[in-house]
Structure formats: structure tokens, C-alpha cells
């Protein structure tokens, strides 16, 4: 398949396997690069340190609601403490799972790796709320200001833990499949900074436009690992669909 010109500045992302599969190379699984593993250890580090330094904010704040007169201030900030340390946890256990994914066999564990940051802003918030609003040593007034802020800190994180779109290894697998079957054998795409979609060709109309000053071209996973692309464009599907015969072009009436 021959790529035609683009007039945009396209920026190779580096690391990644483009070049063509070969029977030797075939596995019936996605694998994962040793370097993709270590940053995600990395990331998964610094993400636990971040989530139990959120737990120890709200441990701090529980032991604050068993003081007379309660330090709403103090509360206030360690509640925020939490959320802040929480968040940032959270985005980096996804970038993680994202550059090495669980396998979709074993659900139990699949769906504990992808939504850990949800499990954790629970265990991080809920305990805290339970405990302002049936605290016997803070105002009526106290225990509204305190523990709506507490309530929303604890939906904000959660929503941020969780994982609308899980990646897997069988995900990768068949998305990488799909974009050798259509690229002869090459494991190569396009995206933009804010586009939803990788695309076969760097012309493509989608994002081959005025608005666009930028194209990047990676595989399959790195699409997926630095902005979360998870759908082929349409448009580049039946391109490359009609190229290789699999679709008869359409005739005009």
C-alpha cells in the first residue's frame, strides 16, 4: 500500500515494531516490549505511593474528627490533599494498564487492574464521609461544608479511577491484526493531537486538513498508549479495503 504525500509535518514516535510481520515473529497473544514493561512498573510505583499517601491524608483527617473543637480548615485541606494525590495516582495506574494490559481470560483480574483507581478512592473517601456525618463533635454547619466537599472529592476521584475502556491484550491483538491484514503486513498508523481515531493514511481526509498542523506516526499500541486512539478510521478502512479487492469500488449511476 503506498502512502500518498501530506503537506503536514508527521513526527515518527519512537520505539514500537512497524516493520512487516513474518510467520517466525506470529504469536497467538499481544506482547508486550521489555521497555513498555519497565515504565509501567514505574508508573505503578509512583501511582501506589501517590494512593497510600492519599489513605494516610484521610487517616490524618479521621484522627482530626476525634479532636474537640473539630479544625474544619485542617479537614478542608487534607481532604483536598487526598483528592489531589488520588487523581494523579489514578491517571498514571491507566497509563500504565494501557502500556501493559491485563489479559481479558481472567476477568477477576482484569477488572481489578483496570478499575484500581476506582477501588482505591473508596477505601481513600468513603470511610471519611461515613465518619463526618456522624461525627458527635461538629456542627450541623461543620458536618454540611465538610462533608460535601468530602462527598464530592470522593465521586471526583472515583470517576476518575475508573476505566470506561479497558485495554487488554486480546484488544491490542485484534486491532494490530486488523492493521497488518490492511497494511501489508505493517504495523503503522497516523493520529493527531486531538483526533479519536488512528488512520492508515497520513492523507486522509479526516486529518489531512487546515486544522491540522501535526500528524504522528506509531503502531498500533503507541497510538493507544499516548493518546488512548482505540477505533480505526472508517473512511481509511475501506480505502485500503478497495486497494487490496476486498470491496468492489463503487460505480457511478
Known amino acids: 500500500m503506498a502512502n500518498k504525500k501530506t503537506t503536514k509535518k508527521i513526527t515518527r514516535v519512537e520505539g514500537g ?9 506470529e504469536t497467538s497473544s ?15 510505583l509512583i501511582a501506589i505511593i501517590l494512593w497510600i499517601a492519599a489513605i494516610a491524608f484521610e487517616i490524618w483527617a479521621i484522627v ?3 479532636q474537640v473543637p473539630v479544625k474544619t480548615a485542617m479537614l478542608i485541606v487534607l481532604i483536598v490533599a ?9 491517571l498514571l495506574w491507566k497509563k500504565a494498564n494501557r502500556l501493559n494490559p491485563a489479559s481479558e481470560k481472567d476477568k477477576v483480574k482484569f ?12 477505601i481513600a473517601f468513603l470511610p471519611l464521609v461515613i465518619l463526618i456525618f456522624t461525627n458527635k463533635n461538629m456542627t450541623g454547619k461543620q ?8 462527598v464530592v472529592a470522593l465521586l471526583v476521584a472515583g470517576i476518575v479511577g475508573v476505566d ?48 491540522t498542523d501535526e500528524i504522528f506516526e506509531g503502531t498500533v499500541s503507541q497510538a493507544r498508549e499516548l493518546k488512548n486512539i482505540t477505533d480505526l478510521c472508517d ?15 463503487e460505480t457511478e449511476q
Open 17 to 25: 515494531d512497524t516493520s512487516p510481520a513474518s510467520t517466525a515473529k
Open 30 to 44: 499481544f506482547v508486550v516490549s521489555d521497555e513498555n514493561r519497565k515504565k509501567s512498573r514505574n508508573f505503578r
Open 64 to 66: 482530626l474528627l476525634r
Open 82 to 90: 487526598a483528592l489531589i494525590f488520588a487523581i494523579i495516582g489514578s
Open 111 to 122: 477488572f481489578i487492574q483496570n478499575q484500581l483507581g476506582m477501588i482505591i478512592s473508596i
Open 143 to 150: 458536618k454540611g461544608l465538610v462533608g460535601s466537599i468530602a
Open 164 to 211: 470506561f475502556n479497558p485495554p487488554s491484550i486480546e484488544q491490542y491483538q485484534e486491532q494490530t491484526e486488523e492493521v497488518e491484514a490492511l497494511n501489508n503486513g505493517v504495523n503503522l498508523v497516523y493520529w493527531t493531537k486531538y483526533g479519536s481515531s488512528y488512520h492508515l493514511y497520513p492523507d486522509c481526509s479526516y486529518i489531512n486538513t487546515d486544522r
Open 235 to 249: 473512511r481509511c478502512r475501506s480505502r485500503a479495503q478497495k486497494e487490496q479487492g476486498l470491496v468492489e469500488e
